[in-house]
């Protein structure tokens, strides 16, 4: 069992441009600050949904920085247009 969203699996997240991940990125970190909030307030029922986050991010993160590092490639124009059909 993984923890995390389904939607930001390994896999899924190799198909994903950079701009996309960092827009997932983005969301997530928006989705964590509400989480926490809510966690303050007393308004948060499922604290799993925390760490699943933090999980998620810390994919992101590692995909992203992969990249960076030259062991994993972004997937190429031609190669998303090829996904999507």
């Known amino acids: 069992m993984s923890l995390g969203t389904a939607e ?13 991940i960092e827009d997932f990125l983005k ?8 989480l926490r909030f809510q966690a303050a307030t007393g308004q948060l029922t499922g604290s799993a949904r925390i760490k699943a986050v933090k999980h998620d991010i810390a994919r992101m993160y590692t ?3 992969e990249r960076e590092l030259g062991i994993s ?4 124009a031609s190669d998303t247009k090829a996904e999507e059909k």
């Open 8 to 20: 930001y699996s390994v896999e899924k997240l190799g198909e994903k441009t950079n701009v996309e």
């Open 63 to 65: 995909v992203l920085r």
């Open 73 to 76: 490639q972004e997937p190429t």
């Open 27 to 34: 969301k997530s970190k928006e989705e964590l600050f509400n």
